[in-house]
């Protein structure tokens, strides 16, 4: 029997503290998509983190934040089955054209994203 895809990204795939973020913002590779951005650093034996970014200056109010976080944590979510489970720090940054883009669209620059950071294995056809 095929074992279910999780439904959420475990606790320790998540970034949780300041200090993680800063030095993924300082040292990884920033990929810049029209929604959002997307700095990518190899940590090879790491186990593979990803955090959300929407900051008030850069998304708008509370609301507006936590949309946009949650609509990019979703896009991530489904595809999180064809990430490496070692070897990265994945911070993603919102913009205010993340609050406005199509569903589809903002997929679509998400996986362009990540497949430019090596960090996306192809879809398999079913």
């Known amino acids: 029997m095929n074992q279910p895809i999780p439904e959420r990204i475990a606790p320790q795939h ?3 503290s300041a200090k993680d973020f800063a030095a993924a913002r300082t040292e990884g ?3 810049r ?3 959002c951005l997307l ?5 090879p034996g790491e186990i593979t ?5 929407a900051s008030k200056r850069g998304v708008g109010n ?15 979510r489904r595809r999180w ?7 990265f720090l994945l911070v ?23 497949a430019h950071a090596g960090a996306l294995a192809p879809a398999v056809a079913s």
């Open 62 to 76: 509370a609301v507006k934040r936590n949309r946009a976080r949650r609509r990019l944590k979703e896009i991530v």
């Open 14 to 16: 998540r970034m949780r």
């Open 92 to 114: 993603f940054i919102a913009s205010r054209g993340s609050l406005s883009a199509p569903h589809q669209e903002l997929a679509s620059e998400v996986e362009r994203l990540l």
């Open 39 to 43: 700095v990518a650093q190899p940590a």
């Open 29 to 31: 590779v920033a990929y």
């Open 49 to 53: 983190r990803v955090g959300f970014i």
């Open 81 to 87: 089955p064809r990430l490496p489970h070692h070897g």
């Open 33 to 35: 998509g029209r929604a």
